[in-house]
């Protein structure tokens, strides 16, 4: 099993949207090849930390797991969604998708800044500046660590 982190900004797909839902959900809309590469190596199964980004206070806010791995994203070639890509086709499609479903609830918000105070979570792309990609993978190692506040 490998373990993830995903970025949504909650007034846009929640966690509880996730948790509230009554069957997995299309986890779409990732335009950075480096987050799609890490999309397209996702397996059924698979667990990751679901964060809050883009609000007063990030973090993570609980635990999903990969219901489907990846398969073209169709929100790339619907014109009335935001992300549209005018350049995909049904016959090229440079991007993926991911269906997931709630896994379980964790303890309480682990936030952005508690994470960077963690000792082993130094090479966690998350807690470094400059990291801005919506998908990431998570070593087993920084799991561990985390798990211990879940």
Known sequence: MNY???KSE??????????NAAKPCRWDGVRNYQARNFLR????GDLFLFYHSSC??????????????????PSALDPQSPYFAAKASAEKNPWSAVD???ARNIK?????SELRALNGLDDF???QKGSRLSVMPV????????SALF
């Open 4 to 6: 993830w982190l995903m």
């Open 56 to 73: 007063a206070e990030p973090g993570i806010a609980g635990i999903g797991e990969i219901a489907r791995s990846a398969y073209p994203d």
């Open 139 to 146: 070593t087993d190692e920084q799991w561990q660590v985390l």
């Open 108 to 112: 309480r918000l682990l936030p952005l």
């Open 41 to 44: 190596n996702m397996a059924e």
């Open 10 to 19: 909650p007034d846009e797909f929640s966690f509880l949207d996730l948790q």
């Open 125 to 127: 792309p998350l807690v």
């Open 100 to 102: 997931v479903r709630f």
